[in-house]
């Protein structure tokens, strides 16, 4: 059952970034979800999806798999014993900080190091793949026999098994935060989603069944790192690389998210939704450092107050009612502006497969874990009086208006930023 749910959400997953591949080539600006939910909706829902994104998702997105990367790279020290929680939390806070310290410092840098790290992902993967595949040639195929057999599979459990598969995915609309950095987008969006999103679904698809030719069902729900227990039966000594390069493989994980996201906060502040400083970018090395930072604070709380999956299920459920939204946005920019260019132009039937999946499944989700989805709608909502206070109100006090001017004066000199040329040139 965890085989099919991996290929369906690698499906809808391809589905999604299709949707995204029109809207990335028919409106060519940066800024991913918040731009298209603005073009589309108007900048009500643009605002609250920005603002989920400071408050929910981009926090939690990064503490989730920064607390992968944490156990994977500690894993060689405490191969003989249970890893303390606290420890994996102190040095995933550290690899946070470095991931930050990086896109604060070099854009260049960044994506240097992010074509290393993709190469260290593909080498991960098929450090297990290969294994597995000389496991099945040798007929070790006992833990498929009767797959279905025993499985308690249940409507409440779906959204919350689609989470943690369609996460797993999450790196296909990247792309389309950056937009405007992007060579030939109508040609090179398309093909950057296609190509990726075929090799990833293989690639993860073919892992998990890789681990299902040495573990039993039962004890990969047992294991906390399972790369791991399926790199000790196998490799013996050489099972030392696999949390490595696991660990690389999340880092550059961390690293993509916060590169995309910062221009996603970069765009919304120069659209005048986020603080003024945050469109700002530093003197000298050019990078949106404001932008960057900001995230720093918040995603510590999230570290240091939550565990992997009830992070996941708290995050999941803006992320993807805002998706699924976007991709109705779609549709509805079909019959609202039929003159549009649009070079690349998907079947109407997957967008409308696909939004409707995503709502389905995030209206499901409040029953199957209320307690985080819920806690999630509810910051969600308070988007909605939060535009009214700092962005329809424009009869602000004077006072107020005053120190606000004062504290980004300060913060630009504190972290030597200026308004970028976008902003000069508006």
């Excluded at 290929?7 to 800024?31: D, P, Q």
């Excluded at 992902?121 to 595949?133: R, S, T």
């Excluded at 987008?185 to 299902?212: D, R």
């Excluded at 700002?280 to 240091?304: D, E, G, N, S, Y």
Aim: net charge neutral; proline share 5%.
């Amino acid at each position: 059952m965890s085989l099919t749910v991996w290929t369906v959400c690698g499906i809808l997953s391809l589905f999604g970034a299709l949707c995204y591949a029109e809207l990335g080539t028919c409106i060519k600006k940066s800024g991913g979800h918040y731009t298209y939910i603005l073009e589309a909706f108007g900048p009500l829902p643009a605002f609250v999806r920005v603002w989920v994104e400071l408050l929910i998702i981009r926090p939690a997105a990064t503490a989730v798999i920064s607390l992968a990367f944490g156990r994977y790279i500690l894993e060689p020290f405490f191969m003989q014993c249970e890893i303390p929680e606290l420890a994996i939390k102190l040095i995933t806070a550290v690899g946070i900080t470095l991931v930050m310290v990086l896109n604060s410092t070099s854009v260049s840098w960044s994506a240097r190091i992010q074509i290393f790290l993709t190469f260290c992902k593909l080498v991960a993967i098929l450090i297990i793949i290969v294994p597995g595949v000389i496991q099945l040639i040798k007929g070790e195929t006992q833990h498929f026999k009767n797959a279905f057999a025993g499985n308690d599979a249940s409507v409440m459990g779906l959204p919350l098994a689609f989470y943690s598969g369609m996460y797993a995915y999450s790196g296909w609309f990247y792309l389309n935060f950056v937009t405007e950095e992007v060579e030939n987008p109508e040609k090179n969006i398309p093909l950057a989603i296609c190509i990726s999103m075929i090799i990833v679904t293989v690639g993860y698809v073919l892992t998990n069944v890789a681990y299902f030719t040495t573990i039993s069902a039962g004890e990969l729900l047992l294991s906390k790192a399972v790369a791991v227990t399926f790199a000790e039966r196998l490799m013996g000594d050489f099972s030392l690389a696999v949390p490595v390069f696991v660990a690389l493989s999340c880092f550059g994980s961390m690293n993509g998210g916060i590169f995309a996201v910062s221009r996603m906060f970069f765009v919304a502040s120069r659209e005048g939704h986020l603080p003024e400083i945050l469109s700002m970018i530093h003197v000298r090395k050019h990078t949106p450092l404001p932008a960057v930072i900001v995230l720093h604070p918040l995603t510590m709380i999230m570290l240091f107050n939550g565990d992997l999956y009830s992070l996941l299920n708290f995050l999941s459920f803006a992320r993807w009612l805002f998706i699924g939204l976007v991709v109705a946005g779609l549709i509805y920019l079909r019959y609202k502006r039929p003159d549009m260019p649009r070079p690349f132009k998907v079947p109407l039937f997957i967008p409308a497969l696909f939004s409707f999946t995503c709502l389905f499944m995030v209206a499901l989700s409040l029953y199957s874990d209320p307690v985080n989805t819920g806690i999630g709608f509810a910051i969600t909502l308070t988007g909605v009086p939060a535009y009214y206070l700092f962005i329809v109100w424009d009869k602000k006090p004077k006072w107020f208006r005053k120190l606000l001017d004062r504290v980004t004066v300060t913060l630009q000199i504190l972290l030597e930023v200026v308004p970028s040329e976008e902003d000069q040139k508006s």
